[in-house]
């Protein structure tokens, strides 16, 4: 079976490595460098915390048990590679309002009951895992499975596994349409380097997936999300735990109409701290936003002020694939055969990177899913076009 | 903030701009990070400090003090130094006023008319084994020392490298005390006589050019300071201080020669390799680049983004004369000053052969393909996280990586306090050469940053606008 995969971000990669290593006969189209867009432009937060029950969580957890399985198996695949720096740290989500305390509450009880480990601290124990969280808190919860990798390392990983596998992948190759066959099945794609031919398509064109799918006749609702981040200056202080703020949650789960912010932070294996982040749907716009980064520095430092002085030397966006009703879409498109999704994760893409690819697999092959995937489907009930 | 144009950097291409506008007439803001006007040309010791006439350090000094006093003393032009740019956006240009390290610093937004960038360059030092041993200095890092702090370097020092720049830094270090016991010009003889000695008489359009080079060549020949060309230092060695260094004959890619290497004992090393264009506002700004990655502009030194100028070293390293001539171009422009005026087409006149004169120069001195050769897998490329020449090596080879952020990431380089300030452009150029295909893609570079200056957490915060953008 030959499959060609749009996209050498971390979605792309992550299905080329698992379809390889099922004998499927892969190549990448990239019309860039591999990681150049949205998988080096964010963090890399495995996270379960910001999750309500309901299928995203579900593919959450499957896909956190994946990646912690990933080192090894990397590790097996590729030899010595540069470390991806996976961690398992933790996540502590701060409450600073009573009504956010209550939310909060609320959420950890009902992801307990999906199976997350979720332990409601008192003010006390917040600040001894955590001395520089602000006084004035009011409750927190602390999630022991909450990890990080770092994102860019961890695509050329899958991408060295997947090429050590027999993958290819080509950049500076511009995917620009499709061939048919008489039927109307995809057979192939168009590039600026000529034809190439396949069974099957895979679109992972992270926040460009909506505008590739319609280049290719087909059907996807993916679009930008802008979210910015700041970068400190090596310190020698660490945050042992990722650190958010309670309106976090609210924030990835609101609809994008105005600009949101919450805050994030964390040490990276480096030593510098990563502060997010924004997230606003204003197209592909990359200019510098000044409010924005004093926005997100004003949160920050009242979730913790001792960070006040630390210096940001660097400020970067990037694009999350937006797809409306906060779900990544999953599998065929609903008209065209041989086209396939796996796009639109949102800010959760790096976290939901190795199920993704299972789920996609398995659907490829005609084999039974690990989860189930209908949520995922293009043709499920929320992505019908509001009028 | 809305003067009529603003002006950042103080050097002589920001002088000059700053001149021609408030001549026209315009108000002017003129900002610059360091305490003084001047800019790395015209660098000098504070008046309260200064303990023997500049002159004798700075041979063009009366030029500096008449424009200096010119603006200085102009009510139309508010000078600014301590102004740290820390972004350029839709709003505006954003500035902190006060020590670069300090915190609670003013914080002000221009909102101009016209906006001349004139942020000139920063020497460049391309790595060699060693140069990360206390006792190297890059060039200009040197020469600053020499004539801002009057502080030499070392008592024995050689200054290797390449460019014309080296000779003034010698000329600097000299009078400074120390003992310079050898110039090395990497580049061949034959390319330099090729460009320098090409169509003699366009330096008869230059007679400044020709007067500062004779001048260095004679206060060299008279200091009897050695100059070699073709040859190069390819290691420094030492413990914890350097104490010596290999010189190497090079061929005309740069590649040392088995024959013709010696030791020469020395206490300090001065590496020059040209400048790297100061780029991350004119980005900022939306300016295009051209190709050689400078800022491009048109006859009037308007950039592709308007209302923004560029004038100086950013435009291409040419020199103070040609700073001169751009800046008096951009900020009688920006001012919107007559099209007929005379001193417009004195600047315009000026700028053509000067440009043609330092085309030569990039030419002669351009930077040989394989200087890399004189690393060795322990070489320190990027200083600020210590990753080696081997560390790329290894990671261009395990990933086949063709894109600067994973091989970045990957790697590390570029990523500490400087931003690849130091060693962008080398630690791009190792890359490329060894990335699958023979060159980088997707077209990201080390030159854009958003955030062109650090600044504390707590400042940034103060800094909020309404959370929700009006549509
Ligand atoms: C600020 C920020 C913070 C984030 N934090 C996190 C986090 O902590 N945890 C987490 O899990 N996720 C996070 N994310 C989200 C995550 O980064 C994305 O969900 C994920 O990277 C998407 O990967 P992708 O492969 O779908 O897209 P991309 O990485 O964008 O890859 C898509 C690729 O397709 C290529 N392409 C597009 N069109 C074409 C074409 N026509 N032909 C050929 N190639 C094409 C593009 O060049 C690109 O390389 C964050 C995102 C942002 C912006």
Redesign the interface.
Known sequence: MKVLIIGAGIIGAACARTMSRRGIDVTILER?????ATS?AGEGNLLLSDKAPGPELALATYSLDLWRRLPAALADE?GN??SIEFEAKGGLVVATSAEESAGLAQLAEAQRGAGVEARLLSVDETLELEPDVTPSMIAAVHYPQDAQV?P??A??AL??SA?AAGAR?L??TLVTGSRRDASGRVVGLTTNRGDFDADHVVVAAGPWSGEVATRLGGTLDVGPRKGWL?V???MAHRIAHKVYDANYVGAVQSDGG??Q?ATVLESTA?G?VL?GSSR?N?GFDA?????A???I??R??RLMPA??????????CGFRPFSRDHLPVIGADRDVAGLWYAAGHEGAGIGLAPGTAELLTALLLGAPTDIPAEPFSSLRPSLARAA | MTPDVLVIGAGPAGLAAARAASRVGATVALLDASDYVGGQYWRHLPASRAALDQSVLHHDWSSFLALRDEIEGDPRCDVVTSAHVVAIDGDGVHVLIGASDGRDRERRVYRAAAVVLATGAFDRALPVPGWDLPGVFTAGGAQALAKGERVAVGERVVVAGTGPFLLPVAASLGQAGSRVVGVFEASPASRLLRHWLARPWEFGATPDKVGELARYAWGQLRERVPYHVGQAVTAIHGDDHVTSVTVSTLDSSWRPLARGSRTIEVDAVCLGHGFTPRLELAIAAGSRLSAQRFVEVDADQRTSATPYFAAGEITGIGGVDLALAEGAIAGHVAARGRADDLELRHARHARHALVRFATRIDAAHAIGSNWSTWLTPATIVCRCEDVTFGDLLRVSRQSRATGLRSLKLLSRAGLGPCQGRVCGRSVEALLEVRAPGGHLTGGSTMDRRPISTPVRLGELATWTTPEVRKP
């Open positions: 860039g460098s591999a990681v150049g080096s590729i590679f540069t770092q860019t390392i695509t050329e991408l060295a090429r992948v950049v500076d700041l400190t200056t090596p105005e600009r912010f480096a510098t502060i606003e204003v200019d510098a936003d000044v409010a980064w004093g926005a520095a004003a920050a430092v960070l006040r002085d630390a210096a940001i030397m660097r400020a970067y």
